[in-house]
Antibody, heavy 119, light 112 residues
Framework: QVQLVQSGAEVKKPGASVKVSCKAS????????MHWVRQAPGQGLEWMGR????????SYSQKLQGRVTVTRDTSTSTVYMELSSLTSDDTAVYYC????????????WGKGTTVTVSS | DIVMTQSPDSLAVSLGERATINCKSS????????????LAWYQQKPGQPPKLLIY???TREPGVPDRFSGSGSGTDFTLTISSLQAEDVALYYC?????????FGQGTKVEI
């Protein structure tokens, strides 16, 4: 069973960038896709983007296009999500999650990384 | 984007009774070429990530108790908990993955 371990909580100032990592173990890293989903306090779930660890191809939410970048490092089985030009609206828990290839339902989730944007 | 609307927003059910959550999509999520509905259900408990319960609208994820079942097709779907247990108190979300971006319902809170 795949396990996803995310990096620790972050506090950032408005206008800054944040980079969150997610290390996978327990299965072949290139056999599934990796997604990022965020959840603002007391709110629902918002899909941000995904990466194909095998080829590196990405897909992003149009709402966040230009501000979000998802990358992967196959040598360490780690995916990264970088979000730039942060505002208070980006305060949320950020989850990485794996999905079957070419599908967008997520069957294993990381525990989440809290990102707080505050001046 | 496909809008997912769940009802009710919250419901209280007695232990051992049935809980029913509805989910409606703004357009069909049934892919005609394979006759599959691109609809998933998740359970989220406080302080935890979502947990996949159901995909393809009615396929239970391995390890999910069989009291959880999914049904529906096209634009209207239902998650049923046949006999509510204390550990089922949670938020439940539906999600379509028919079209990018995948979108979630607003969530339904299930209480005892």
């Amino acid at each position: 069973q795949v396990q996803l371990v995310q990096s620790g909580a972050e506090v950032k100032k408005p206008g800054a960038s944040v980079k969150v990592s997610c290390k996978a173990s327990g299965d072949t890293f290139t056999s599934y896709y990796m997604h990022w989903v965020r959840q603002a306090p007391g709110q629902g779930l918002e899909w941000m983007g995904r990466v194909n660890p095998s080829g590196g191809g990405t897909s992003y939410s149009q709402k966040l296009q230009g501000r979000v970048t998802v990358t992967r490092d196959t040598s360490t089985s780690t995916v990264y999500m970088e979000l730039s030009s942060l505002t208070s609206d980006d305060t949320a828990v950020y989850y990485c999650a794996k999905a079957p290839p070419d599908l967008y339902y997520m069957d294993v989730w990381g525990k989440g990384t809290t990102v707080t944007v505050s001046s | 984007d496909i809008v997912m609307t769940q009802s009710p927003d919250s419901l209280a059910v007695s232990l051992g009774e049935r809980a029913t959550i509805n989910c409606k999509s703004s357009q069909s999520v049934l892919y005609s070429s394979n006759s599959k509905n691109y609809l998933a259900w998740y359970q989220q408990k406080p302080g935890q990530p979502p947990k996949l319960l159901i995909y393809w609208a009615s396929t239970r994820e391995p390890g999910v108790p069989d009291r959880f079942s999914g049904s529906g097709s096209g634009t209207d779907f239902t998650l049923t908990i046949s006999s509510l247990q204390a550990e089922d108190v949670a938020l439940y979300y539906c999600q379509q993955y028919y079209m990018t971006p995948p979108t979630f319902g607003q969530g339904t809170k299930v209480e005892i």
